[in-house]
Each structure stands twice: as structure tokens, then as C-alpha cells.
């Protein structure tokens, strides 16, 4: 009963959506509870359930605007479409993840808005290609998994940091690991590849971005592995995104906030089961932290 009463207190005192104006969004998506194995009553198997919600922040206030059920374009399409047209109209970016499912809602439903792609996530993107390369290289040469005697499992972080941030100390157990672990010299090109991504993204002008991004091509044409041949097809694909990226510098950094402030939400409650509970609990938060 308390719980019922605190939410339709929530309900009666937050300010409406509608009656904003955001500029810029921010979506993103987080876990609503742990995982979860159904029986499927026809087949007798257990069915995996994952059961996300996808956040909805307005960027410049940081204040959470909306709390979704699941991850794909109906939650998200949904949400926007019971916004009035003048509300959507006056969006102008919103920034998201790698995800098609957001980018197919928000073709939908904010057609004129500019999209642009998390630089994080990408780099993240650059970082797995790394990881992967250095598994199926250890594989392929030693016939196993990685061990603390190889240095390239034992400075397996050490390839994944930033090469310009390196102390000279680093650099040189960096150029050990590949003297050590890459003969073939595939872990070089691979490292080559993901730091040419970060020196993309770094990139403050349209013209910059289209000469890294051809040093990018060549890099990965050089590498010829099929990682980085993977990873040059996502930048591809997402290339108006990471102009918008560029050009405004929106990114997913303040829907992550949330994120990170939504996990001690639960941590609290020692997590939630009721998903209305849930959602009222994180609109109040938000909208308690922006007026703050």
C-alpha cells in the first residue's frame, strides 16, 4: 500500500514530458533484473529472458525524461510517438549506442533529428577487435588459450589502452609483447587499427575525419584479418552517425550516469520486481538531482 501510494504520488507531482523542450536525447539501454529460464510449456525447453529497459535522457538537464520496457524500436517508438509533434520537432540530436533498433525508432518517428553514435562504444568496438585478434592468434600459434607465461595474455590491458597515453615505461612492454607473442606481426596491425580509430574519433572537423578514416582503410587492408575487416564494416555503416559525433559532440555520457545512479537504485531496494515501482523510483530520483 505504501509503495502504491508513493507511486501515484509520482505520478501526480512530476513535472509532464510534454510540456519540456529538449534539445538533445540520450538512449540508452540497462539491465532491469538478473537473468531469468522460463519453460516453454510446448517444447519442454528452457528459454533465456533478459529483461531490459532502455533509458531516456534529455542531455543538457541530465534529467531522466523516460523509462522503457526492453531494448528494440517498439519501446522506444512507442515513447516518441506519444509525444506531441512540436515536442519531436524541437529535438535536434540525440545520441545512442551501435544499436539499429534505436536508430530504426528514431528514422521512424524523429526523421529531421540528427543522430550521432557513442565514441565510447566505438572505442569499445576497436578494443574487442583487439581482444579477438589476440585469441584466435594464440590459438592458431600455440594451440591454446592464453597463459601468464605469454606476454600478450599477461599485458592483455596494456594492448587495449590508448598509445598516446602511454609512459615510456608501458611503450616498451608493449614493444616486448610483440616482439615476444607476434611473429606474424597481425598483433601490431590489429593494435594499428584500433589506435587509427581512436585518432578518428579525436577529430574535430568533417575533412580530418575523412582523411583518418581512408588511413583507417588502408590499415585494415594492410591487417586483412577478419576482425578488423568487421570492425571497418560497423564504422562504415555508422559513418552519418560518427560525422554527427564530430560535428556535435553528443554522446551517451550523461544517460550512463543514470545508468551507473538506476544500479544503486537497485542495489538498495536489493532489486525490484514490480516494474512500475521501478520506473517511479528512477523519474523521482532524477527529476530530486536536476532541480537540486
Not at 55 to 67: A, S
Request: charged letters at 25%; a positive charge.
Amino acid at each position: 500500500m505504501v509503495r502504491a501510494a508513493l507511486t501515484e504520488a509520482c505520478l501526480l507531482t512530476l513535472p509532464d514530458v510534454d510540456e519540456l523542450r529538449p534539445r538533445m536525447l540520450g538512449i540508452d539501454e540497462h539491465r532491469f533484473r538478473s537473468v531469468r529460464f522460463f519453460r516453454d510449456p510446448e517444447s519442454s525447453t528452457w528459454i533465456r529472458h533478459e529483461p531490459w529497459m532502455t533509458t531516456i535522457v534529455d542531455l543538457d538537464t541530465g534529467q531522466v525524461l523516460g523509462v522503457v520496457d526492453g531494448r528494440d524500436h517498439k519501446g522506444v517508438g512507442d515513447w516518441l510517438f506519444a509525444r506531441p509533434l512540436a515536442w519531436r520537432l524541437g529535438v535536434q540530436v540525440v545520441a545512442i549506442d551501435p544499436s539499429a533498433a534505436f536508430r530504426k525508432a528514431l528514422r521512424m518517428w524523429l526523421p529531421r533529428t540528427a543522430v550521432a553514435v557513442d565514441h565510447f562504444h566505438l572505442v569499445s568496438l576497436g578494443n574487442q577487435a583487439m581482444t579477438e585478434a589476440r585469441q584466435n592468434l594464440s590459438q592458431q600459434v600455440k594451440g591454446r588459450r592464453g597463459r601468464g607465461v605469454d606476454k600478450a595474455w599477461a599485458h592483455r590491458m596494456l594492448l587495449l589502452r590508448a598509445g598516446n597515453t602511454l609512459s615510456d615505461k608501458a611503450a616498451h612492454r608493449l614493444e616486448e609483447v610483440f616482439a615476444t607473442d607476434d611473429a606474424t606481426g597481425k598483433l601490431r596491425a590489429v593494435w594499428k587499427v584500433k589506435e587509427q580509430l581512436r585518432a578518428l574519433l579525436r577529430t574535430d572537423s568533417l575533412a580530418d575525419a575523412a582523411a583518418a578514416k581512408e588511413d583507417l582503410k588502408a590499415l585494415v587492408e594492410a591487417a586483412g584479418g577478419p576482425e578488423t575487416n568487421k570492425l571497418y564494416r560497423t564504422i562504415c555503416r555508422w559513418w552519418n552517425e560518427i560525422e554527427v559525433l564530430i560535428v556535435t559532440g553528443a554522446t551517451t555520457a550523461k544517460v550512463e550516469a543514470n545508468n551507473t545512479g538506476i544500479k544503486h537504485i537497485k542495489r538498495t531496494a536489493r532489486g525490484y520486481r514490480n516494474a512500475g515501482n521501478y520506473k517511479s523510483i528512477i523519474l523521482m530520483r532524477s527529476v530530486a538531482r536536476t532541480a537540486a
